[in-house]
């Protein structure tokens, strides 16, 4: 134990989220669990990870968590550990929303990615059908988050292409299907306002020209009631010119406008979800538990799992690619990762006394 790395968790804490600043001491090393001298609370070691309150021992759920994650469906780990059903689908929710904040934390930061891939994945459920919106870089492969909806329609991309943009900077090529939504959320995602702050009027919004949009429309042709892909029928460029959108190909990966990797990714999930599996008798009942096996799975490919097409020489995973992190994570590093929360902040009004000021000086930012 040692309270130099650790932070207090407490969201109404003034010292909330900093780290060797000296106000946390150990509070029982019988018990795992620290105080901090600024509001006076103890808390657990596990406090702000997956294992948090996790009465079975941690090799259990990392295990479990494990096959969860390489498509094993839950009555067949229930069969083989003897483990409550309801036990499994509350590891499975509870990492899942471990991992959503992980990802909101490391990989919704800006970087450049220079191209991004989006895709919908079509996913029939208990008694209903869910569109999953996900993006994809294809330089690093870093998988950059999802969104969960019953209709595929304006608010699923918005949301995603907005989740997006928030991991993006500079230069960036977005490619995605047909789909004509795409066009609006884009332009709604990445426009920066203009002036505002003293000027009569809404702010004007303006899109930014280092943004370039293509769309690759497809070909099919069907076979009785299947529909088979033939390949890239079309490419339309809807931001930026042709050859703005060819060079901006040529810095990423070259080659021709495709979708390839975030349809591989498709293929990664249907394989790695028990529930996604086309034509299977085993479907998920609530959208909540899509979204958890979703992030769950996104993010062991971003931290835990080595990509073979990122370097041949040293195991690369696409976190490291795209430097997030140095090392390749295990599962149980991800389950144990505490995320940070914000600053404190000074919400008075008047006049601040010296106290307060030391205050502000010392907790408000880290
Ligand atoms: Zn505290």
């Keep these: 134990m040692n309270p130099k790395t650790v932070f207090c968790p407490h969201e109404d804490c003034v010292a909330r989220g900093h780290i060797g600043k000296g106000n946390i001491t150990i509070h029982s090393k019988k018990e795992k669990r620290y105080r901090c001298k600024e509001c006076g609370r103890t808390f657990s070691e596990r406090k702000g990870s997956a294992l948090y309150r996790l009465h079975r021992p941690a090799e259990m759920m990392v295990t479990v968590l494990k096959l969860l994650s ?42 450049e990615h220079k191209q991004v891939q989006s895709d919908e994945l079509r996913l029939k459920i208990f008694s209903a059908v869910l569109w999953i919106a996900m993006s994809i870089t294809p330089v690093s492969r870093l998988w950059l988050g999802a969104e969960v909806s019953h209709t595929r329609g304006r608010n ?94 040529k810095n990423s990966t070259g080659g021709l406008l495709n979708t390839a990797c975030i349809e591989r990714f498709n293929a990664t999930l249907r394989q790695s979800i028990a529930g996604f599996a086309r034509k299977s008798r085993y479907l998920f009942h609530k959208q909540e538990m899509v979204e958890s096996a979703v992030y769950w799975v ?40 505490k995320v940070r929360p914000q600053p404190w902040v000074f919400k008075g009004r008047g006049r601040r006394s010296k106290k307060t000021l030391e205050r502000i000086k010392k907790w408000a930012t880290f």
């Design 70 to 111: 390489h498509g094993c469906p839950i009555p067949a780990i229930v069969a083989a550990y003897e483990l409550d059903e309801r036990t499994i689908a509350d590891w499975q929710q509870k990492s899942g929303q471990h991992a959503k904040a992980v990802h909101e934390t490391l990989v919704e930061q800006p970087r």
């Design 156 to 249: 699923l991309i918005t949301s995603m292409i907005k989740r997006t943009s928030r991991c993006c900077k500079g230069t960036v090529l977005l490619v995605t299907d047909g789909l004509v939504t795409y066009i609006k959320a884009v332009k709604k995602a990445f426009s920066i306002s203009e002036g505002g702050k003293g000027k009569t009027g809404r702010p004007r919004l303006i899109f930014p020209q280092t943004i370039f949009l293509a769309q690759v429309v497809k070909s099919y042709s069907s076979k009785g009631k299947r529909y088979v892909c033939h390949g890239v029928h079309k490419c339309l460029c809807c931001f930026g010119s042709f050859v703005q959108i060819g060079m901006a190909l």
């Design 298 to 337: 996104g993010t062991c490919y971003n931290f835990c799992t080595v990509h073979r097409s990122l370097s041949s020489q040293l195991p690369t995973t696409p976190a490291m690619a795209a430097g997030i992190t140095d090392h390749l994570w295990s599962v149980k590093e991800l389950l144990e990762y």
